[in-house]
C-alpha cells in the first residue's frame, strides 16, 4: 500500500486547510486511516483517525476544529482543518491500519505516507 498526501501550505491563524492522502496499491487490507503530525524537536502525534465505516476520532487538540472524513471508493481521506492555531503547525502524515481500532500510537499504522507541511503564520 502507498499513501500520497497533499495539501499541505501556510495560512493564517483562523484559516483553513484540507489535506488529502490517496491510497493506492492493496486497499481492501486496510481498515483504519488516520493523520499524525510532528512538529520540529517533538514526537509524532495523533491528530485523528476514521474507521471503514466513517466512526472518527480526534485528539483533544483539534477537537470542534478539525474534521476528518474519507471517501472508500476514491480510497482517499481528507483532514479539514479549520480555525487553524500557529500551534498546529508541524508537518503532518496520513497511516493506514490493517487493524479496526482506532488507534492513537503511530507504531499500531502498518502504513505511511510522505509528510506534508502545514504552517500557520500568527
Known amino acids: 500500500v502507498q499513501l500520497q498526501a497533499s495539501g499541505g501550505g501556510l495560512a493564517q491563524a483562523g484559516g483553513s486547510l484540507r489535506l488529502s492522502c490517496a491510497a493506492s496499491?492493496?486497499?481492501?487490507?486496510?481498515?483504519?486511516m488516520g493523520w499524525f503530525r510532528q512538529a520540529p524537536g517533538k514526537e509524532r502525534d495523533f491528530v485523528a483517525a476514521?474507521?471503514?465505516?466513517?466512526?472518527?476520532k480526534y485528539a483533544d487538540s483539534v477537537k470542534g476544529r478539525f474534521t476528518i472524513s474519507r471517501d472508500n471508493a476514491k480510497n482517499t481521506v481528507y483532514l479539514q482543518m479549520n480555525s487553524l492555531k500557529p500551534e498546529d503547525t508541524a508537518v503532518y502524515y496520513c497511516?493506514?491500519?490493517?487493524?479496526?481500532?482506532?488507534?492513537?500510537?503511530?507504531?499500531?499504522?502498518?502504513?505511511w505516507g510522505q509528510g506534508t507541511l502545514v504552517t500557520v503564520s500568527s
Open positions: 496499491g492493496r486497499t481492501s487490507s486496510i481498515y483504519v
Open positions: 497511516a493506514a491500519a490493517r487493524r479496526s481500532f482506532l488507534h492513537i500510537v503511530p507504531g499500531e499504522y502498518d502504513y
Open positions: 476514521i474507521s471503514w465505516g466513517g466512526v472518527p
